[in-house]
């Protein structure tokens, strides 16, 4: 029986995505249980620790498949324990030798938080090979919108012109500096958990530092200096560095979901036949596409919110605060999936409307361009006075029904100061548009080669 958006059929493609599903589904998550028990195996025999037939039997058994897991669920919930239930069906499989050295010194954390190290390697292969996607479509957005002219907003209303282009390097350069830091917690992240009861190590024996970087180096991870299992700092920078990843894509569509408005109608989200916008009003084109990653981010600041919690242990370990991550860690990346798949087809499919950017561009009739004037007419008369001749001719111009420049025209003093020609060119919009076109191209160039959006 479904009960989560994650797993229900009508849902769960709003949430998740399966390629995510799959990395943190029950069998992946034990299957990350039994290859570490393996690694520890091989490297344990490696060294002469434990038999090698023994270890040759624990990897083979060491496979979900072989696995009956309605079993393991039910004896997890007689005896009340994570990982023993899981072990127990593996020893099933096991000559009396091998079943004695299977798990030899380690401990349940040892195993379920390596397991969530490798099922987070596994996720973040695909997080940031979905955000390069993001980041190609807005290379490929600043580039051909460089030169768009739209409106600039401020608290909501118009304030100056700017460039589409420009809003679209702008959120690049953003994403560009979460992908620095994707970059820098990888080594700080994929680490092996391998420290015993307290963190002492003292179960593995004197060859402890040998057997972690056997398995880790088995496992595709790094070795510690110290445990970290009291210490949740690692997958509290992960999870919070998604938080910050979906609150950008969170501000783009909700940028995105407003530029659809009818009032504005500066852009379009793809619209594919079929797609059905109300169940009464058959006219509607809802931007679901922008709303829905919009809305997904919350749910990343709240998950990722959990794990801050879950930093604060008591002791050597604390059940009360690691748990909480089972729920926690998997919920941040299965949404983080979807808003990075989402954002990425919904650029792929935008519609830019120029025109429409245009309109509202000449909407409030070259006021738009007080602030060139101002400055324009300060060089000649002073600041003060320009701001006060202005204000006299903006809101004349305003109550009399007329343009910018006809309002400029018709003040006497700075009739005087402009002629007819110049007044035209102080009201050009994309003649005010300052170093937008080189900032843009400083974006491109430092981006076109970036190792991030080759990923």
């Avoid at 943190?24 to 690694?39: G, I």
């Avoid at 380690?106 to 390697?121: E, N, P, S």
């Avoid at 700092?233 to 609150?247: G, N």
């Avoid at 950017?357 to 009739?365: A, G, H």
Wanted: with cysteine.
């Amino acid at each position: 029986m479904s009960v989560s958006v994650f797993d229900m059929q009508t849902m769960c493609h709003l949430w998740s995505t399966p390629e995510m599903r799959d990395v943190f589904c029950e069998n992946t998550r034990l299957q990350k249980w039994l290859d570490f028990e393996r690694a520890l195996a091989e490297t344990q025999a490696e060294l002469g620790l434990i038999p090698a037939e023994a270890a040759t039997e624990i990897a083979a058994a060491c496979d979900i498949s072989k696995i009956d897991l309605v079993a393991t669920a039910e004896e997890t919930r007689r005896i009340k324990h994570t990982l023993v239930p899981l072990l127990r069906q593996v020893q099933k499989q096991l000559s009396p030798t091998a079943s004695e050295n299977l798990h030899y010194g380690a401990t349940t954390q040892d195993v379920v938080d390596t397991g969530l190290i490798l099922q987070l390697k596994d996720a973040h292969a695909i997080v940031t090979r979905d955000l390069a996607v993001i980041g190609r479509e807005l290379v490929r957005l600043a580039g051909e919108h460089r030169d768009t002219v739209m409106v600039g907003r401020t608290h909501g209303v118009q304030a100056l012109p700017i460039t589409f282009g420009h809003k679209c390097a702008i959120w690049l350069d953003e994403l560009s500096r979460h992908a620095e830091r994707l970059s820098q917690a990888e080594s700080r992240l994929f680490v092996v958990m391998l420290v015993g009861a307290v963190g002492s190590q003292a179960s593995y024996g004197a060859r402890v530092a040998e057997i972690e970087s056997g398995v880790a180096k088995r496992l595709g991870l790094a070795a510690t200096d110290i445990s970290w299992a009291p210490s949740r700092d690692r997958i509290a920078e992960y999870t919070t560095l998604l938080a910050m990843i979906a609150a950008t894509l969170s501000k783009i569509g909700n940028e995105l979901f407003n530029m659809q408005r009818n009032e504005f109608a500066e852009v379009e989200e793809g619209f594919t036949e079929g797609k059905l916008g109300s169940s009464t009003m058959p006219h509607k084109r809802n931007p679901t596409a922008a709303e829905n990653v919009a809305m997904l981010s919350r749910s990343v600041r709240y998950s990722a919110s959990m794990m801050l919690e879950a930093m604060v242990q008591e002791h050597e370990r604390d059940g009360i605060a690691w748990k909480s991550e089972w729920k926690a860690v998997p919920e941040t990346l299965l949404v983080s999936g979807a808003i990075l798949f989402q954002a990425g087809a919904l650029l792929k499919g935008l519609r830019i409307d120029k025109d429409a950017m245009k309109r509202n561009v000449e909407m409030m009739q070259g006021y738009l361009l007080s602030e060139k004037v101002m400055l324009e007419l300060g060089n000649k008369v002073g600041k003060n006075t320009a701001h006060e001749w202005l204000y006299e001719a903006s809101m004349s111009g305003i109550e009399k029904g007329l343009s910018f420049a006809e309002a400029l025209r018709a003040h006497e003093h700075i009739s005087d100061t402009f002629s007819d020609d110049s007044v035209s060119e102080l009201t050009r919009p994309e003649a005010y548009l300052g170093a937008i076109g080189d900032s843009i191209d400083r974006v491109l160039a430092r981006e076109k080669d970036a190792a991030w959006l080759a990923a």
